[in-house]
């Protein structure tokens, strides 16, 4: 089995490709990645030294793509994560980035009979759904409550019928119509697909940023002795209720969640 991880030197993907690359040693891995995320060039040497293939390659250009040869499964990863991209910068940038990239990996990954993996996000839901949330107070944590005005939402979570109208950030639209057009790809082209909604993830070669990895920047900013702030939607009603101790520094008040 031959899998190519598209942003195989961001967060995911690198740890993807080391989990994968561990746990099942008779795959045969290739990260791609244009190395544009501020930090991720340092992955790349710890994914060398396992013996993972890296190509340096930009998902928005076909032949760089194609490098990665026949494959089995795609895991594509390879995005702009950032809330703000289209917001502070070009609409367009984010756009063909990943939409156009998307097409693309899902292009080559029809054309290999491959299987494919999405990395969307859970940016795909309006902050104004998110925020109609009703929550039930626990000792340690909030709960999502048993009644809910919205569909698709329950006490076990939020399921495919939870809304996905209204704004979402250029960046959750950009992911949100690469799903829409997986359904075209499955549809007309027999590509056979995995859409994985996730969000506020954190760990170790992670790079974070204000508008994404909010954990790891937390983290950074903790030990250069910098302020904590951060960007995002949800919990409007708790703002100023809940409070996050970070390793012993002052308490910072928790207002959104990127
Ligand atoms: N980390 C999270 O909390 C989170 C949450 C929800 C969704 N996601 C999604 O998961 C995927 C991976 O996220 P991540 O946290 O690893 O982000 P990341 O920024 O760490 O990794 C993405 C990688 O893609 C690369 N990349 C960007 N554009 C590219 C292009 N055109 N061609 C090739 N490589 C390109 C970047 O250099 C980077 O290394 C993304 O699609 C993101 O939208 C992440």
New binding site residues.
């Given amino acids: 089995m031959r899998i190519l991880v598209?942003?195989g030197?961001?967060?995911?993907?690198f740890n993807l490709l080391c989990y994968l690359n561990d746990g099942y040693p008779h795959y045969r891995l290739v990260g791609?990645?244009?190395?544009?995320?501020l930090g991720?060039e340092q992955n790349v040497s710890a994914l060398l030294k396992r013996g993972i293939e890296f190509l340096h390659?930009?998902?928005?250009n076909m032949h760089e793509l194609q490098q990665a040869g026949t494959v089995d499964v795609v895991i594509?990863?390879?995005?702009?994560?950032s809330v703000l991209g289209g917001i502070t910068s070009p609409a367009e940038l984010i756009i063909q980035?990943n939409l156009m990239?998307s097409v693309n990996v899902f292009e080559y990954a029809a054309q290999q009979h491959a299987r494919l993996i999405y990395?969307?996000?859970?940016?795909i839901y309006s902050c104004e759904s998110l925020n109609a949330l009703a929550y039930a107070e626990r000792d340690s944590r909030l709960v999502l409550a048993k009644t809910q005005k919205l569909s698709g939402v329950s006490a076990r979570g939020i399921s495919e019928e939870f809304p996905v109208m209204l704004s979402k950030t250029f960046y959750g639209a950009t992911?949100y119509c690469g799903e829409v057009l997986l359904q075209e790809y499955a549809a007309y082209k027999g590509l056979r697909y995995v859409i994985n909604r996730?969000?506020?993830?954190?760990g170790s070669g992670?790079?974070g940023m204000e508008s994404?990895?909010v954990i790891a920047y937390w983290l950074r900013q903790h030990f250069e002795q910098k302020p904590l702030k951060y960007i995002g939607s949800g919990l409007d009603k708790w703002a100023g209720h809940a409070e996050v101790g970070m390793l012993g520094t002052p308490r910072a008040t928790l207002v959104y969640i990127a």
């Fill in positions: 598209t942003g030197a961001g967060f995911v993907g791609l990645d244009n190395l544009k995320r991720s390659g930009d998902v928005r594509h990863c390879a995005s702009d994560a980035n990239g990395f969307s996000t859970n940016r992911k996730f969000g506020v993830i954190s992670q790079f994404q990895g």
